[in-house]
T-cell receptor, first 115, second 115 residues
Framework: AQKITQTQPGMFVQEKEAVTLDCTYDTSDPSYGLFWYKQPSSGEMIFLIYQGSYDQQNATEGRYSLNFQKARKSANLVISASQLGDSAMYFCAMRAHTGRRALTFGSGTRLQVQP | DTAVSQTPKYLVTQMGNDKSIKCEQNLGHDTMYWYKQDSKKFLKIMFSYNNKELIINETVPNRFSPKSPDKAHLNLHINSLELGDSAVYFC??????????????FGPGTRLTVT
C-alpha cells in the first residue's frame, strides 16, 4: 500500500520569497514516481513536477524544484520567487511504476502568498 | 484544444435520482480514471480503465458504474444518489506504459451537489 503525508495544512509566504512544501511517503514498491499538482481556487488540477525513484538528480521545472531524499522518503516541493498566482492547494502524489497506475494523494497544503 | 473534458461542470440533483458524468480525452492515452474529491479536498481513486478494460475498482458503492465505450471516453453513472455523494468528480487520463513520468492529465472536474 502507498501512503502520502503532507503535514502542513496551510502555509503563508511573502511574495518573491521561496517556500518549501513538505511531503513524505511510504511504499513497498521498488520503483515509483512522485508528483506534485496545484489546484487553484478555480478547481482544476495542474501537473507541476515529477520525480522518479531512480532519478539521480532532483527534478526542476522553472520555479519549481523537488527536493527528493529517498532514504528519508521525502519529496518536498520548493517554489522559488513566490508570486501571488501561486496561492492554491498543492497536492503531493505517488504511483508505482508497474501494476496499479492510479495516483495516491496526500491531504494537500493550502499556500497563501502575501504581497 | 481541451485535453480532458468533462460534462457537466456542475450538477445539482435530488436524492434518489440517477445521473451520469461524461469524460472525453483527445490525448491518445489508453488509461483513464475517475477520482473523487470530498469536501475536505481529499482526492481518492474510484476506477481506472485501460484500453476499455476495468483495471481498478476501489471500494465504491455499486451504485457507481463506470463505462468506457472506447479508449477516449469514460463515463460515470450514479444510481439512487445520496447526500454523501456530493463531491467533485475528476476524470483523468495517462499513457499506460509503465515507468516514466506519465503524468495524469485531469479534466476540469464536475461538482455534484445532492439535495
Amino acid at each position: 500500500a502507498q501512503k502520502i503525508t503532507q503535514t502542513q495544512p496551510g502555509m503563508f509566504v511573502q511574495e518573491k520569497e521561496a517556500v518549501t512544501l513538505d511531503c513524505t511517503y511510504d511504499t513497498s514498491d521498488p520503483s515509483y514516481g512522485l508528483f506534485w499538482y496545484k489546484q487553484p481556487s478555480s478547481g482544476e488540477m495542474i501537473f507541476l513536477i515529477y520525480q522518479g525513484s531512480y532519478d539521480q538528480q532532483n527534478a526542476t521545472e522553472g520555479r519549481y524544484s523537488l527536493n527528493f531524499q529517498k532514504a528519508r522518503k521525502s519529496a518536498n516541493l520548493v517554489i522559488s520567487a513566490s508570486q501571488l498566482g501561486d496561492s492554491a492547494m498543492y497536492f503531493c502524489a505517488m504511483r508505482a511504476h508497474t501494476g496499479r497506475r492510479a495516483l495516491t494523494f496526500g491531504s494537500g497544503t493550502r499556500l497563501q502568498v502575501q504581497p | 484544444d481541451t485535453a480532458v473534458s468533462q460534462t457537466p461542470k456542475y450538477l445539482v440533483t435530488q436524492m434518489g435520482n440517477d445521473k451520469s458524468i461524461k469524460c472525453e480525452q483527445n490525448l491518445g492515452h489508453d488509461t483513464m480514471y475517475w477520482y473523487k474529491q470530498d469536501s475536505k479536498k481529499f482526492l481518492k481513486i474510484m476506477f481506472s480503465y485501460n484500453n476499455k478494460e476495468l483495471i481498478i475498482n476501489e471500494t465504491v458503492p455499486n451504485r457507481f458504474s463506470p463505462k468506457s465505450p472506447d479508449k477516449a471516453h469514460l463515463n460515470l453513472h450514479i444510481n439512487s444518489l445520496e447526500l454523501g455523494d456530493s463531491a467533485v468528480y475528476f476524470c483523468a487520463s495517462s499513457s499506460g506504459t509503465s515507468g516514466g513520468g506519465n503524468e495524469q492529465y485531469f479534466g476540469p472536474g464536475t461538482r455534484l451537489t445532492v439535495t
